[in-house]
Every structure is written in C-alpha cells, then in structure tokens.
C-alpha cells in the first residue's frame, strides 16, 4: 500500500510512461506496469487487477484523446468492444481459478511472431520507397492514401476485428497483455495507417479494462485492495494521454510500425529464451 507522497509520485511516474509507450505504440500499459508491480513486491494476480483497474481510466483518456485527434477507426470499434467484452470476462475468470504462467510462455511466441511480421514488413516498405518502386502510398500524399487502406469495405474483415478483439482481450484477463495481440492484429489483417490500430484499440481497452477488473473483484471481492496504487497509475496515465496520442499523430506511419513491432520482439523475446531453455 502506498504510504507517502514520494512514492505516490513515483508510481504516477510509472504510469505517466507507461501511457506515453502504450498510447503512441498501441501497448505496453500493461505490461510495463504489471512488471514493475510484480518487481516491487506485489503478487502478479493483485497487478493485473491493479493495473486493469487503472486502465479504466486511462483507457478512457487515452480514447477520448485519440478520437480528438482523428485516430479511431469507428467501423473497427464496436466489433472489437464486442468481442473484447466477451473475452475479458473470461479471462478475468479464469485468472481467478488458474495460474496465468501457464498461458503466458504462448502467448508470448504468438507476439514475437507477430512482431517479427511487422517489422519485416515496414522495412519492406522502406526498401520499396528508397527504390522508387512503391505505389501512390508512398508519394506525396500519404495521408489520403492511408485513410483509404485503413477503410475496412468488406463485412468479414469487421467479424475479424470481433474474433481479434476477443482474442486479445482474453490474453488481457490472463497475463496483462491486451495491446500487443490488438494493435499488431490490427495491423496484419487490414494492412492500414498503424496510427488508427493505436487509436482502436486504445479506446476499445476502456470497455476491456473494465470489464476484466470489475470481473476479478467480484470474484475475489475489495478486501485489501490497493485503491491508491490505483489513483497514482491512473493520474500519471491520464497526465500522459494527450502527449502519447499527438507522438502517434505525427511520427510516420513506416517508423511507428517499425517500433510496434521493435517493442514486440523486445517484451516476448526473453519468456521464450527462458521457456525453450
């Protein structure tokens, strides 16, 4: 429990980060936050409700900024809300009835995978555009271009956003990690603009987050749950919202996707070392 303002402060400095990485990167609240929790002392179930608790309202911020400034794709939202609801609820239960190192070591190959696939497709592009052998995506008038890739026009691409949001929020209510399967899911299947994957999915965490961390108290009820580590995550998160939501408005798209999946490689790489040793 927190007990002064030092470390009041310093776990809204956590959260701050964590809000700047996941809101210009479309992950990494979670993770981020869950680890340093985890390396403070704090039981991994009492983190992942924590910081689920936390993206209540960051997720909100967070949306709500992204929205602001044009990021959120709306024909992607609800399918994802849908399935995210869905999902989160049971993996918050079964959070609550079995240990979530036993999915993570998956979990975790499923991303270096995914993240493996977005680099080499952004350094792709890259090469292409160095060669002067791209289409019109990477002339003049990117953004135009962009807008229309990241259109979905075909109804079963919006039943995938549903089956992706449910995947990605059940790993959520498992181990923490909604943003990773959702923002490069994202990317892979509709190929578009990776700043309207962050802003998605950003906002559909609000309903995800909402849905695992009332899940996991109505199963292990308040008790001696943290509330303030809570208010200082969220404070720092909100704090951060609009500054990480302008940083993924205005970095090229080709760069950010290079890092989405930078940081992919960076979080999983090391759990499946460990796994295979």
Known sequence: MITGPLVFLIIAAIGGVAQVIDGSLGMGFGVFSSSMLIASGFAPAV?????????????????????????????????????????????????????????????SGFLLLMGLV??????????????????EECTHHPESNWQKMAEPTKDHTVAKMGVLGFVAALSNGLTGAYGPIATSGVLLLNKGEPRYAVGTVNLAEFFVASTVASTILL????????????????????????????????????????????????????VVVRVVR
């Open 47 to 107: 983190a992942v409700a924590v910081v689920n608790a936390a993206k209540i309202l960051t997720g909100l911020a967070s949306g709500v900024a992204h929205w602001r400034f044009g990021n959120v794709n709306s024909r992607w939202l609800l399918p994802m809300v849908l399935g995210g609801v869905a999902g989160g609820f049971l993996g918050a239960y079964l959070l609550t009835s079995v240990p979530p190192e036993t999915a993570r070591p998956w979990v």
């Open 118 to 135: 977005i680099v080499l497709r952004s350094l792709r592009r890259r090469t292409a555009c160095l060669n002067e052998t791209c289409d």
């Open 219 to 270: 199963r292990q009820g308040l008790g001696d749950f943290p509330g303030m580590l809570v208010l200082a995550l969220a404070i720092g998160g909100i704090v951060a919202a609009p500054l990480a939501a302008y940083v993924c408005r205005h970095l090229p798209s080709g760069g950010l996707a290079f890092l989405v999946g930078s940081a992919l490689i960076a979080q999983n790489l090391m």
